[in-house]
């Protein structure tokens, strides 16, 4: 066991490492934790100063928590809140930025939530954890400010089963309250405040705790096709329709899908950097599936797939053939790498407008894994196009599709969301 390893398991016992520690250890996976002590926060929400205290502030608190009234979070749970807590804002030196409000200059991160999310995506599936950690971790930090809006907003209960869908409710819950006890502010009081409230309401939906109670729990109601490809449409149906507020009951998915249910076509939409394998996979396991290639209508319109004239041309045309397929209720996989969130938006749109069941497989691969793979393609990238990509990664999120694919390197499953009664 490397000491990298037995450090990181020590997160799942009684260890509590300071930021510093933290540093010693995880610096060269994520250089931005190098930037934390350079970037500066708003004086008035952050009055301790640059995100390096914060984070070491909020360490602390978290550790305060476990110790009292968090006792019960141990091994991979503890270890992901550590984790998360760490990497919460690491994407702050990238977003942060001054802005005025209301007259006054503040010091804000837009989006560093997200950002932060995507930024761990090819890093943190690098180190030796589980991967149920690693996507608990990018929950975390990908959705950690919403919280308080849910509240602010007066969110129904779809917004709440949306989040609890990508994060674990009771570890954000957690670390929000860290977040908020590892910082000097006025509203302090006020904070805490919304936590509780947020966490009354997601104990109230039956959306506390494990991820995956939520879904188990609602789907146990519309158990009533016997058909198997029916009712996994009726059921990942009925989940994306209750997270979007479409309907305000899981039974009401049973009428609103009734004749949409008796005959479907599946849509699965790659997302993955160049040399993830998108392709391999699809030719494995989704065999008879109408491929649309935008590297195959590239080569077909330009004469070289790496040829990037004629982008708008391109795109009209495998979006003509995306609905023509969709239209007939034939089976197809758009292959692309979608890193974009608006790209896989107007695709996955497309499949449900057209009454497909959406599928969404995101590739998850390390950046010297994707760069060894893509050395090794008929096709290759130049390397530089592989670290524009992974720059311009946007991580997806459970909610985009119907349900979810995670693969990692060489075609590995990493996990699925949703129900599956087969590949297809």
């Not at 396991?285 to 990037?308: K, M, P, T």
């Not at 390390?366 to 992974?390: A, H, T």
Request: glycine residues 6%; aromatic residues 8%; neutral net charge.
């Amino acid at each position: 066991m490397s000491a990298l390893e037995a450090w990181l398991n020590s997160l799942t016992q009684d260890h509590t490492p300071d930021f510093q520690e933290c540093l010693d250890y995880l610096a060269d996976y994520f250089p931005l934790l190098l930037q934390f002590e350079d970037t500066e926060q708003d004086p008035i929400w952050h009055a301790e100063g640059n995100v390096a205290i914060h984070t070491d502030m909020v360490l602390k608190a978290l550790y305060t928590e476990l110790n009292n009234e968090a006792c019960h979070i141990k091994g991979v749970h503890r270890q992901a809140l550590i984790l998360g807590a760490l990497l919460h804002d690491i994407a702050k030196p990238r977003s942060t930025r001054r802005k005025e409000i209301a007259g006054i200059e503040r010091v804000v991160a837009p989006r560093h939530e997200e950002m932060g999310a995507s930024y761990l995506a090819t890093r943190l599936i690098a180190l030796p954890l589980a991967y149920s950690v690693i996507s608990t971790v990018m929950g975390l930090v990908g959705f950690h400010n919403q919280l308080k809006l849910l509240v602010i907003k007066n969110q129904s209960y779809g917004d709440y089963l949306h989040l609890a869908l990508n994060a674990n409710l009771e570890l954000l819950y957690w670390l929000e309250v860290a977040d908020m006890k590892g910082r000097t502010c006025d509203d302090l009081a006020l904070q805490l405040g919304m936590l509780e409230e947020f966490k009354m309401f997601a104990q109230d939906y039956e959306l506390w705790g494990l991820q995956d109670h939520a879904t188990l729990t609602l789907l146990s109601k519309i158990q009533v096709k016997k058909v198997p490809s029916q009712q996994t449409y009726l059921s990942n149906l009925a989940i994306s329709q209750l997270a979007h507020g479409q309907i305000s009951t899981i039974e009401e998915a049973i009428a609103k899908n009734y004749d949409a249910c008796q005959s479907y076509s599946h849509l699965y939409v790659m997302c993955g950097i160049s040399g993830s394998g998108k392709s391999t996979w699809i030719k494995k396991h989704l065999a008879g599936f109408e491929v649309i290639s935008l590297d195959g209508i590239r080569q077909e319109l330009n004469g070289h797939q790496a040829c990037q004239k004629n982008r708008g041309q391109v795109l009209q045309l495998a979006k003509k053939r995306l609905k023509q397929a969709l239209a007939k209720k034939r089976n197809v996989v758009w292959d692309a790498t979608n890193i974009r969130k608006d790209f896989r938006s107007i695709v996955c749109d497309l499949g449900r407008n057209y009454g497909a069941l959406v599928t969404l497989v995101a590739f998850q691969l390390s950046d010297k894994s994707l760069r060894r793979n893509n050395q090794d393609r008929r096709f290759s990238v130049d390397n530089q196009v592989i670290s524009e990509q992974i720059g311009k990664l946007q991580w997806p999120c459970f909610n985009e599709a119907h349900r979810f694919l995670l693969i990692g390197n060489k075609g590995v499953e990493l996990a699925r969301r949703g129900t599956f009664d087969s590949m297809s």
